[in-house]
């Protein structure tokens, strides 16, 4: 069904009169926005690689590519983080032996906090 759904999802004068947003354009907007409005940044990651090379090159590097790049790596963490999650829940769920000797592990670690 790509024709109805070009007419109901993907309509131009929908999607003018809508304004649809997008969550994790917005969070990567902003924060290179708070970034951008801290120069020079004194943390070096990859955001501030992504700006650096934007300004050396922004024929080549325009903002709309960092905007674009810093969303991908905001998606590939959240998906690294809760593939990692899963895999280790399912593991303590098969493994109880496992799972006891951590709840153990954690025990006697939470006792030694003072």
């Known amino acids: 069904m790509p024709g109805l759904d070009r007419w109901i999802n993907r309509n131009p004068l929908w999607l003018k009169l809508s304004h649809p947003t997008y969550p994790l354009a917005d969070l990567a907007v902003s924060k290179l926005q708070a970034r ?8 070096r990651d990859l955001l501030q690689k992504y700006i ?25 963490g959240a998906l690294t983080t809760s593939n990692t999650l899963a895999i280790f829940f399912y593991h303590m769920a098969r493994n109880l032996n496992k799972l006891t000797k951590l709840e153990k592990s954690l025990m006697m670690l939470w006792q030694r906090i003072p």
Request: proline share 12%.
């Open 36 to 43: 951008k409005a801290a120069h020079p940044s004194p943390q």
């Open 52 to 76: 650096e090379a934007s300004e050396q090159n922004p024929d080549s590097i325009p903002l709309d590519v960092v905007v674009g790049l810093t969303m991908s790596t905001i998606a590939a």
